[in-house]
C-alpha cells in the first residue's frame, strides 16, 4: 500500500494491478473506479471463472485458502499445439486450465498470487510459500526489501 500511495504522490497515476498470462491474456484486474486493494490482481473480468484448488486432489477450496489458481473462460487457450498430454495434464475434466499458480481469493473475492507451484517448499509438513516470507520479512523494522 506504501508503495502504490508513494507512486501515485510522485507521478499523479494510480497503479493498477492486474493478472493475466500467455494462455489466457487478462484474467482479473482491479477496477479503474472503486476500490482498489494492493497486493491483489482484483476480481475475475466478466466471462473469467477462477477457482482456488487443492494441489494436490484438484478439490475446491474456500475463500482465503491458499492453492493452485485454475481459470475458465472464453479467453482462455483450448490446448498445447500437437501436445494431447501435455493438454490433457493442465487442463481438468471440467474445461479449468490449471496455472500453475499459487493464490488465494480474499473475503471480498480479489485474487492474491502468492507464487509459484515450482517454489514450494514443504517443510516438516507445512507448505511454505516463499512469497509469503518474503512479505513478512518486508515487513520488519529496518528491511526495504528481501528476496
Known amino acids: 500500500a506504501d508503495t502504490h500511495e508513494a507512486f501515485e504522490a510522485r507521478t499523479g497515476h494510480a497503479i493498477l494491478e492486474r493478472y493475466g498470462m500467455t494462455e489466457s491474456n487478462m484474467n482479473t484486474s482491479n477496477p479503474y473506479d472503486g476500490q482498489r486493494r494492493p497486493g491483489t490482481v482484483g ?84 507448505n511454505v510459500y516463499p512469497k509469503e516470507i518474503e512479505a513478512i520479512i518486508d515487513d520488519l523494522p529496518g528491511v526495504l526489501e528481501s528476496a
Open 43 to 126: 476480481m475475475p473480468l466478466p466471462g473469467v471463472e477462477v477457482r482456488i484448488t487443492d494441489r494436490e486432489s484438484g478439490k475446491p477450496l474456500a475463500d482465503g485458502e491458499t492453492g493452485m489458481v485454475e481459470l475458465r473462460g472464453p479467453n482462455v487457450f483450448k490446448g498445447y499445439w500437437r501436445m494431447p498430454e501435455k493438454t490433457a495434464a493442465e487442463f481438468r475434466s471440467d474445461g479449468f486450465f490449471i496455472t500453475g499458480d499459487l493464490g488465494k481469493i480474499d473475503e471480498h473475492g480479489y485474487l492474491n498470487i502468492v507464487g509459484r507451484d515450482k517454489d514450494l517448499v514443504i517443510s516438516g509438513g507445512y
